[in-house]
């Protein structure tokens, strides 16, 4: 049996996207973040509060993770946790004021290692690998018995 890493979806995606990670968190040391905080970053940036649990929904991580990574932006000053008025065993997140701050430059760094990514691709080729992606994902998820 033979297992060519060319010629698996599963490794190639993962290893695109080890590379986007280092990218980003390349372009993001200097605000002091990392990658591992873009999900959360995503998921409030409009300026709503959520719960952690509806926190690792939208970003599809598992909750011992969201805690981890909320733990550590709490540490750094970037999330605020409020009392939920609907459950009082369950705390509302929103971006601290320091995180909000730095939301420009944080979408600059994605917006630059995306472009990088997508730069030997045409319009069409970008569009349809979106579409791919989309249809992998999805199949991925009905697999799982997930749901986007």
């Known amino acids: ?5 060319h010629e698996s979806a599963g490794y190639l995606t993962n290893w695109a996207a080890r590379l986007f990670a280092r ?5 993001l040391k200097p605000l002091r973040l990392s990658s591992g905080y873009l999900p959360v970053f995503f998921a409030l940036a409009g300026g709503n509060a959520l719960t952690q649990k509806q926190l ?3 970003a ?4 011992p993770t ?5 733990s550590r932006m709490e540490r750094d000053g ?3 946790r409020t009392p939920d008025p609907r459950d009082k065993r369950a705390s509302l997140i929103s971006l601290a004021p320091s995180a909000r701050d730095k939301l420009e430059e944080v979408v600059a760094a994605t917006r630059a290692v995306n472009n990088d990514a997508l730069s030997n ?3 069409d080729e970008a ?3 979106f579409g791919a992606l989309k249809k992998i994902i999805g199949s991925l998820e009905r697999a799982a018995g997930e749901k986007g």
């Open 23 to 27: 990218a980003i968190d390349r372009r």
């Open 66 to 70: 969201m805690a981890a990574t909320l």
């Open 78 to 80: 970037l999330i605020e």
């Open 56 to 58: 690792a929904r939208a």
């Open 60 to 63: 599809s991580i598992e909750q």
């Open 1 to 5: 049996m033979s297992l060519d890493r």
């Open 121 to 123: 691709l045409s319009s």
């Open 127 to 129: 569009e349809a690998y």
